[in-house]
């Protein structure tokens, strides 16, 4: 599972948009869009800073080899 579908999926389950994420994080809401699109060449602090805005661990987030990465309860 590609980190950029997986933020995505969370943001979205969230009932975020792409503003209010982006706020959340202190970042422009372009910004967060290039990285929702290319999160895989993000830094370290931006994923910390994201995991952040969307409630979930670091390890949640980048986990993206792990099948059932949308469970709603970790949500």
Not at 5 to 18: D, G, N, T, V
Not at 23 to 31: E, L, M, P, R, W
Not at 37 to 42: G, L, M, P
């Amino acid at each position: 599972m590609l980190l950029t579908y997986r933020l995505r999926k969370i943001r979205e389950l969230k009932k975020l948009s792409q503003e209010d994420a982006a706020f959340n994080c202190g970042i422009s809401s372009s910004a967060y869009g290039q990285i929702e699109r290319n999160a895989e060449k993000s830094t370290y602090e931006t994923l910390c800073k994201i995991s952040r805005a969307l409630d979930v661990s670091i390890h949640f987030l980048v986990d993206i080899n792990n099948p059932s990465f949308i469970d709603k309860n970790k949500l």
